[in-house]
C-alpha cells in the first residue's frame, strides 16, 4: 500500500460519470464537519462550467466548497477547471492547455496541512486520462488515499464497480468503502444487484458499506446524510 497524504480523508471515485460522486463527497465532508474537524473539499480538475449567477463556475466546485468546514477559496478546491464537459485531456486541448500532475499533487498537500479531513473527488471514472502520460488513477495512486467507491446503481453497475475494485487494488490502494447511489430507481433486481455487490465488495475486498442512497430529488448532504451508515463512517475514518 502506498503512504497518504494525510491520516483521515478519502480518494472519492464512481464506476461512472454522473453516479453522484460529488453529492457523496460533499456528504462526507459535512459529516466531518459534524465532528468538529476541519474539513476541505478537492477537485483536482473540474470538466464543465455553467453561468450561474453572472459568471462562469463547476457546480461541483462549489458543492465542495459550500461542503467544507475549512473556508476555502473556488481556486483552492478547484485548482484546474475546464469550460467543456468532457473527458480532462480533450477539455483542456479546446482551449490550448495541458494538465500538469504535479500543481494537483501540491494543491492537494496544501490542503492536507490545513484539514483534519481531506475529501479529493476524481473526474469521470476511476481511469480517466489526463494527459499523454497520467490519468486519474495514476493521480489517486500519488495521494495515497483510501478509496471510497460511489457506484450507480443501473444496468450494467456489477460489472464496472468490480472492474474498479480491480483497478484499485492494483494501484496499490485500499477500497475502504462504498456506496450505492440510486441512478436508475426502475431498475429490475435492485435489491439483488445491492446484495450482490454487498458480497464481491465486502468479501472480496473488505470494502465496507457506508450506505445506499435512493433516487433524491435533491441531493444536498443533509438529504443524503441520512441514507449513510454512521457506524460505517466512524470504522473507516477512525471517527
Same mark, same amino acid.
Given at each position: 500500500?502506498?503512504?497518504?497524504?494525510?491520516?483521515?480523508?478519502? %480518494?472519492?471515485?464512481?464506476?461512472?460519470?454522473?453516479?453522484?460522486?460529488?453529492?457523496?463527497?460533499?456528504?462526507?465532508?459535512?459529516? %466531518?464537519?459534524?465532528?468538529?474537524?476541519?474539513?476541505?473539499?478537492?477537485?483536482?480538475?473540474?470538466?464543465?462550467?455553467?453561468?450561474?449567477?453572472?459568471?462562469?463556475? #463547476?457546480? $461541483?466546485?462549489?458543492?465542495?466548497?459550500?461542503?467544507?468546514? /475549512?473556508?476555502?477559496?473556488?481556486?483552492?478546491?478547484?485548482?484546474?477547471?475546464? #469550460?467543456?464537459?468532457?473527458?480532462?485531456?480533450?477539455?483542456?486541448?479546446?482551449?490550448?492547455?495541458?494538465? &500538469?500532475?504535479?500543481? /494537483? *499533487?501540491?494543491?492537494?498537500?496544501?490542503?492536507?496541512?490545513?484539514? &483534519? +479531513?481531506?475529501?479529493?473527488?476524481?473526474?469521470?471514472?476511476? +481511469?480517466?486520462?489526463? #494527459?499523454?502520460?497520467?490519468?486519474?488513477?495514476?493521480?489517486?495512486? +500519488?495521494?495515497? /488515499?483510501?478509496?471510497?467507491?460511489?457506484?450507480?446503481?443501473?444496468?450494467?453497475?456489477? !460489472?464496472?464497480? /468490480? *472492474?474498479?475494485?480491480?483497478?484499485?487494488? +492494483? @494501484?496499490?490502494?485500499?477500497?475502504?468503502?462504498? =456506496?450505492? #447511489?440510486?441512478? $436508475?430507481?426502475?431498475?429490475?433486481? *435492485?435489491?439483488? !444487484?445491492?446484495?450482490?455487490?454487498?458480497?464481491?465488495?465486502? @468479501?472480496?475486498?473488505?470494502? =465496507?458499506?457506508?450506505?445506499? =442512497?435512493?433516487?433524491?430529488?435533491?441531493?444536498?448532504?443533509?438529504? =443524503?446524510?441520512?441514507?449513510?451508515?454512521?457506524?460505517? *463512517? @466512524?470504522?473507516?475514518?477512525?471517527?
Amino acid at each position: 500500500m502506498t503512504t497518504a497524504i494525510t491520516r483521515r480523508g478519502c %480518494f472519492v471515485t464512481g464506476t461512472d460519470t454522473g453516479v453522484g460522486k460529488t453529492a457523496i463527497s460533499a456528504t462526507l465532508l459535512h459529516w %466531518f464537519g459534524l465532528q468538529g474537524w476541519r474539513s476541505a473539499g478537492l477537485k483536482p480538475v473540474a470538466c464543465g462550467m455553467e453561468q450561474i449567477h453572472g459568471r462562469w463556475a #463547476n457546480t $461541483d466546485v462549489l458543492a465542495l466548497q459550500r461542503a467544507s468546514s /475549512l473556508p476555502l477559496r473556488e481556486d483552492e478546491v478547484g485548482p484546474c477547471q475546464f #469550460n467543456a464537459a468532457c473527458a480532462p485531456h480533450i477539455a483542456a486541448q479546446l482551449e490550448g492547455r495541458s494538465i &500538469d500532475v504535479a500543481p /494537483l *499533487l501540491a494543491a492537494a498537500h496544501t490542503l492536507a496541512g490545513r484539514a &483534519d +479531513a481531506l475529501v479529493v473527488e476524481g473526474v469521470g471514472g476511476f +481511469a480517466v486520462p489526463l #494527459n499523454a502520460q497520467h490519468d486519474t488513477a495514476d493521480l489517486a495512486q +500519488a495521494l495515497g /488515499l483510501p478509496v471510497v467507491l460511489v457506484v450507480g446503481l443501473r444496468l450494467g453497475c456489477l !460489472n464496472h464497480a /468490480l *472492474l474498479t475494485a480491480q483497478s484499485i487494488q +492494483a @494501484r496499490g490502494l485500499r477500497l475502504a468503502g462504498w =456506496v450505492a #447511489n440510486t441512478v $436508475d430507481s426502475a431498475m429490475p433486481w *435492485l435489491g439483488d !444487484n445491492v446484495a450482490t455487490l454487498r458480497e464481491w465488495l465486502g @468479501r472480496r475486498y473488505g470494502a =465496507v458499506e457506508l450506505g445506499y =442512497v435512493p433516487r433524491l430529488d435533491e441531493a444536498q448532504p443533509e438529504r =443524503v446524510l441520512p441514507h449513510l451508515r454512521d457506524d460505517a *463512517l @466512524r470504522r473507516v475514518f477512525d471517527a
